[in-house]
């Protein structure tokens, strides 16, 4: 079962690896959260709130490898979706990069597209989807 919590204190993040990503992924505009799969913490996203200007941002969706193809890395992007909209967001974006190396970067546009993202340009790593 798959379980999605806000984390206020990263210090509380169990798994070295997501809390270094955490760490390097924290700004004063982020939000961080935590998935688990059964009791461990499998997977991680940073979501920035540009909500000012009616955008969210996904800086980082990163799944563990050995949790991969369990359906976290959808069930955060749903999550980063739905506190995009709580926030009043008409858009969300993201940039593509494969930061593990472990998972190409056409994959990863074809996840997001399967998703609902266009990529902005063919040069562009950035993807948007309007979610109103």
Request: net charge negative; proline share 1%.
């Amino acid at each position: 079962m798959i379980e999605i919590y806000q984390v206020y204190d990263l210090n509380i993040i169990k798994n070295n690896l997501l809390r270094n990503r955490a760490e390097r992924a924290q700004s004063g505009r982020t939000l961080e959260f935590i998935a688990t799969s059964g009791e461990s913490e499998a997977a991680f996203l940073s979501f920035e709130d540009w909500s000012d200007k009616s955008l969210g941002f996904i800086y980082e969706i990163y799944v563990l490898p050995e949790f991969r193809n369990e359906h976290l890395g959808s069930a955060l992007l749903a999550r980063a979706e739905e506190v995009a909209i709580n926030l009043g967001c008409s858009r969300l974006e993201l940039d593509v990069h494969a930061f593990d190396r472990t998972i190409d970067k056409v994959s990863l546009y074809s996840w997001y597209s399967d998703k609902g993202y266009v990529r902005l340009s063919n040069k562009s790593e950035r993807m948007s989807k309007s979610i109103t």
